[in-house]
């Protein structure tokens, strides 16, 4: 009979993965996963069923790493929630399983996996192309996201200056109360971001709030929010202008809206045709002005050497959590990935 599964609640996961830890591993394991060798990782766009009644979405997220004996899933669910909602917007559940024998060997807690993890890949992009003098960081969101990216940026990066805005200017208070550091909140977007040299954004907006006109040339984006294909936290004109990389390009086909709904500018496409009658009419076409905003790499295209970190540009990482790798030696209990 199989061992009973290994729980490890939310406390637990926070003690055990350290960002230390996470960024390599992640860096590691995304430069696999872009080269898309099923023998290695297998990684599907994960399953979202609306809950439509409720403003929420449950997704499901396997991932086979056949070399390293990992099997797992996150069974995540995600909410637009009421300003000031006591309730996370996000929560899940992380199940490993035996390779071979198919049963489950750990059930843990995901929303600290997925604060963590989320904030860590924002934070690998920001290594590779934040510009190479970045004074200010600006960070759009006051929650959970919020909260785990602050951590991992002032970690790795030093600031001169650290901004947040929030919608309602108390929830951005409240974020900074909490903090050890000096955070100036800020009343607008628009006052946010100017002059910001990296700026994430981790909001449960569904139409754009950072405009392209507002960032300074040169800045680097990590776009968390906005994963449904009809929410956006970015404008047009940044998503064009940007060099955009993802996390999974099939995930942001199907799931980003930051991408999918860019460039939707309609003009007419004129053309002559000779109808029954023999006369010559002009018939238009719809016709999109502006093609879509390009993918240009994966995350794991630049960390496994096939695609430039084109640095010198604004440049957007539209994030959308679609890798997730996990290892727990549950006997162990203290090598976490
Ligand atoms: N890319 C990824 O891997 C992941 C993305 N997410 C997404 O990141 C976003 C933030 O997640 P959490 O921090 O967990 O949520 P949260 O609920 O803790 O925080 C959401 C923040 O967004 C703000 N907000 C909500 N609606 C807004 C609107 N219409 N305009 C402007 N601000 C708005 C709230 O005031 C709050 O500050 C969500 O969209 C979530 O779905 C969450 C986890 C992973
Ligand atoms: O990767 C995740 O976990 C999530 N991604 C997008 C929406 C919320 C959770």
Redesign the pocket.
């Known amino acids: 009979m199989s061992e009973s599964p290994v729980l490890l609640n939310k406390h637990e996961v926070e003690r055990l993965l350290t960002y230390d830890d996470l960024i390599p591993r992640l860096e590691s394991v995304m430069g696999k996963f872009s080269k898309r060798d099923s023998s290695e990782i297998i990684q599907p766009v994960?399953s979202v069923v609306p809950i439509q009644q409720h403003s929420g979405?449950l997704?499901v997220?396997p991932a086979y790493l056949a070399a390293e004996g990992i099997l797992c899933t996150?069974i995540?669910t995600?909410y637009q929630r009421a300003e000031g909602s006591s309730l996370p917007s996000?929560q899940?559940t992380v199940l490993l399983f035996h390779p071979e024998h198919g049963h489950v060997t750990a059930i843990m807690d995901?929303e600290a996996i997925?604060a963590k993890?989320?904030a860590a890949v924002s934070a690998i992009s920001a290594k590779l192309f934040k510009p190479a003098l970045s004074e200010v960081l600006c960070i759009l969101g006051s929650g959970q996201q919020a909260r785990s990216h602050y951590d991992v940026f002032t970690k790795l990066f030093k600031f001169k200056e650290v901004r947040v805005w929030s919608r309602r200017k108390e929830m951005a208070q409240r974020f900074v109360n909490d903090l050890q550091d000096p955070v100036t909140v800020c009343s607008s977007v628009k006052e946010a971001v100017i002059g910001a040299d990296v700026i994430v954004t981790a909001t449960g907006a569904s139409q754009p709030i950072l405009f392209g006109e507002w960032v300074k040339p040169g800045a680097h984006i990590a776009a968390v929010g906005a994963?449904r294909p009809d929410w956006r936290e970015l404008d047009d004109v940044l998503m064009r202008e940007a060099v955009v990389y993802v996390d999974s390009r099939e995930g942001a086909t199907a799931e980003s809206g930051d991408i999918i709904l860019s460039g939707v500018c309609i003009t007419f496409h004129q053309y002559n045709i000779a109808d029954l009658s023999h006369h010559r009419h002009t018939y238009s076409t719809p016709k999109s002005l502006f093609s879509q905003a390009e993918v240009f790499a994966e995350l794991g295209e630049v960390l496994n050497g096939s695609f430039p970190a084109r640095r010198e540009k604004t440049t957007v990482f539209k994030s959308?959590?679609?890798l997730?790798f996990h290892s727990c030696d549950p006997k162990i209990k203290n090598k976490m990935f």
Do not use: H
């Open positions: 994960r979405f997704g997220m996150k995540v995600f996000t899940a995901g997925t993890r989320t994963c959308l959590g679609n997730f």
